[in-house]
């Protein structure tokens, strides 16, 4: 398995508190995601980092925010919680999109926004 | 928009019988082929993928599917399921004309009844 490890990976929190979850890797890879997963709708990309400091929105972006200040790690707030970000968030890393790299997925984080 | 549909949402079937669950995309150009295994309580493992070249891929835990470009699916097959089998499975493209960004279908959960 990729050396990819997620923090927390079970959270609780209530409506209205901002929530930091943290990604970090081990394989020195450039590209790094966030998704979320929700029944029925597979994994949705909410942002993605092609670089130190360098970020971009995903599919499902409203509410979140991210920062990447170093290679290995990712990290994703949601500023103020709310119940529809209840979800299981899953980081994932490759070193080039689209060529026959792969993404390689991390353990994932259960939030409970309550 | 790009989109991957999985038609199965659950499928549920004995130990021995054979498995097939379908995944078109939406968009044509060069795609890259995924599908991906969840199982219960685990973060996504890759089964098989598809970049090029013979258009029958061969995967992990004699799984294997089949790209058709003219019906733009990539189904995923199982001659023989066993009980391990039970988990979910996602299918999921990628495509530089779309960004190079993982889209993945809803999921199809699949019960294996020992």
């Known amino acids: 398995d990729a050396g990819i490890t997620q923090s927390p990976r079970h959270k609780v929190t209530e409506t209205g508190t901002p929530v930091t979850l943290r990604c970090h890797q081990t394989e020195n890879h450039r590209y790094m995601y966030w998704y979320r997963q929700d029944p029925g709708h597979g994994l949705r990309l909410i942002h993605y980092s092609y670089g130190v400091k360098d970020t971009d929105k995903g599919e499902v972006s409203d509410g979140y925010s991210v920062s990447r200040s170093k290679t290995e790690d990712f990290l994703l707030t949601l500023e103020s919680a709310t119940s529809s970000q209840t979800s299981v968030y899953f980081c994932a890393i490759t070193n080039q999109p689209g060529s026959t790299d792969t993404q390689y997925f991390g353990p994932g984080t259960r939030l409970t926004v309550l | 928009a790009q989109s991957v549909s999985q038609h199965n949402h659950h499928v549920i079937l004995s130990e021995a019988a054979s498995l097939e669950l379908g995944c078109n995309y939406s968009?044509?150009?060069?795609?890259?082929l995924f599908w991906y295994v969840q199982y219960p309580g685990q973060h996504l493992q890759l089964l098989l993928k598809?970049?090029?070249?013979?258009?029958l891929v061969k995967g992990i835990k004699g799984f294997e599917a089949e790209f058709i470009k003219s019906k733009f699916s990539f189904n995923l097959r199982k001659p023989s399921v066993q009980w391990s089998d039970t988990a979910e499975y996602f299918c999921a493209v990628i495509s530089k004309a779309a960004g190079n960004k993982l889209t993945f279908g809803g999921g199809t959960r699949v019960l294996v009844k020992p």
């Open positions: 598809y970049f090029s070249g013979d258009p």
């Open positions: 968009y044509g150009g060069t795609v890259n």
